[in-house]
């Protein structure tokens, strides 16, 4: 079975630090995605990475920073953290995005409740 | 700009009947289309894929796909009150694209 794992289930911090969220998958995919969910808009792309230290912009990168040195790991960099980033963090990965029925598929990890104060 | 649309509900349904999910999309290129499960506070996890017109089936679960109408339903069989969660209509386009687009789900409460 595919495992996607994050740092931290809940995570508490103060306006302006700065946040690092930590997500790993252990079966050598090639995608890594982060994505914020909010209530009543859905899951929303913030950066996604096709191979190690390769990154593109989601729809919404604003105020987010990404690094992949390792394959397997992928990290969400909040430069400073605002009360409006206070959401839910899901992590993703795909095998890749060639199609079939195994290789597009998102396994998420089980997210990262963040709270800005 | 790609959309997916979905209901967002909630769909209620009694137990031990069929739940009919429903999500279109706009972009025609559309190939692989995904059904995922989130329950409260979890995380999206794959239900069903399904890339070629017609039904699927899988257990309680039958994916329905129709391109020329840009389309995809997802029914639910026998419904359980375990069956109430989010439902998330996910789809990708052809050639190589790497980025699904998902909808904003639609919420199921199967009531005994």
């Known amino acids: 079975d595919v495992k996607v794992t994050q740092s931290s289930r809940y995570l508490v911090k103060r306006t302006g630090e700065k946040v690092f969220l930590e997500c790993v998958q252990d079966?050598?995919?090639?995608?890594m995605f982060w994505y914020r969910q909010d209530p009543g808009l859905g899951l929303r792309l913030i950066y996604f990475s096709y191979d190690v230290k390769m990154k593109e912009k989601g729809d919404i990168p604003e105020g987010y920073s990404v690094s992949r040195e390792k394959k397997e790991r992928f990290s969400l960099i909040l430069e400073s953290a605002s009360t409006n980033q206070t959401s839910m963090y899901l992590c993703?990965?795909?095998?890749?995005?060639?199609?079939?029925?195994?290789?597009?598929?998102?396994?998420f990890g089980p997210g990262t409740r963040l709270t800005v104060l | 700009q790609k959309e997916v649309e979905q209901n967002s509900g909630p769909l209620s349904v009694p137990e031990g009947a069929i739940a009919s999910l429903n999500c279109t999309y706009s972009?025609?290129?559309?190939?692989?289309f995904f059904w995922y499960r989130q329950y409260s506070g979890k995380s999206p996890e794959l239900i069903m894929s399904i890339y070629s017109n017609g039904d699927k089936e899988d257990g309680r679960f039958t994916a329905q796909l129709n391109k020329a109408s840009q389309y995809v339903s997802l029914l639910i069989r026998d419904s359980q009150p375990s069956d109430s969660a989010t439902y998330l209509c996910a789809v990708l386009a052809s050639g190589g694209s790497y980025i699904p687009t998902f909808g904003r789900g639609t919420s199921l409460i199967v009531h005994p």
């Open positions: 993703a990965s795909t095998m890749d995005g060639h199609g079939g029925a195994m290789a597009d598929t998102q396994y």
């Open positions: 972009d025609r290129g559309s190939q692989s």
């Open positions: 079966m050598d995919h090639e995608n």
